[in-house]
């Protein structure tokens, strides 16, 4: 029978360091792919100054593309946290 630690203050279950660490690599990687997106917003935006805009258009889609990978990431997450 598995005991489960709570937090007296707060009500709610500890989690354990294994699942914390996994919810840490998770929020890193999807802050990855919003500094990425940026980037490409960036570049979308520089590219629109130059009236270039078909490839602002493709810098725009890869953006789009990385805001997409990271809410599956944070989904992804959620499923494993702990629900108080």
Known sequence: MKTT????KKGKAISPIGETLKRSKKNRKAAAHLLTAAKYHLEAA??????????AEKSTIAAHRQVTLSNKTQKAGKQHAVIC
């Open 5 to 8: 630690k709570v937090n007296l």
């Open 46 to 55: 520089t590219h629109h100054e130059n009236e270039n805009h078909e490839k």
